[in-house]
């Protein structure tokens, strides 16, 4: 898709995970809109991508609102594979129960 990370690792070293730029910028700035919208407009119904970005803000170790952002877009992605691949639509309940 859009996203692509990038991850170096050798032995028993492991560097930490960025953004890569590899992917469709098109898609990338597609799902961070959608991201962002989810955020805009939560107060309409509960979404667990908008549970998982507040989750992320929290202190002690709270992230910066980009940061934050990608990893939902790469939550968001997931579940939308998962969805596709089971053919079902999306539930709140369903999914906030196989978060924990």
């Given at each position: 898709?859009?996203?692509?990370?990038?991850?170096?690792?050798?032995?028993?070293?492991?560097?930490?995970?960025r953004?890569?730029?590899?992917?469709?910028?098109?898609?990338?700035?597609?799902?961070?809109?959608?991201?962002?919208?989810?955020?805009?407009?939560?107060?309409?119904?509960?979404?667990?991508?908008?549970?998982?970005?507040?989750?992320?803000?929290?202190?002690?170790?709270?992230?910066?609102?980009?940061?934050a952002?990608?990893?939902?877009?790469n939550?968001?992605?997931?579940?939308?594979?998962?969805?596709?691949?089971?053919?079902?639509?999306?539930?709140?309940?369903?999914?906030?129960?196989?978060?924990?």
């Amino acid at each position: 898709m859009g996203i692509d990370i990038r991850r170096h690792q050798s032995g028993t070293f492991m560097c930490t995970d960025r953004i890569n730029k590899r992917g469709n910028p098109n898609a990338r700035r597609v799902f961070y809109f959608v991201v962002t919208n989810m955020l805009k407009q939560q107060r309409w119904g509960p979404n667990h991508i908008v549970d998982y970005y507040y989750k992320l803000k929290e202190p002690p170790y709270s992230k910066k609102h980009n940061v934050a952002t990608i990893a939902c877009i790469n939550k968001l992605i997931k579940c939308l594979y998962a969805m596709v691949i089971k053919g079902s639509i999306y539930d709140y309940h369903l999914a906030s129960v196989s978060q924990q």
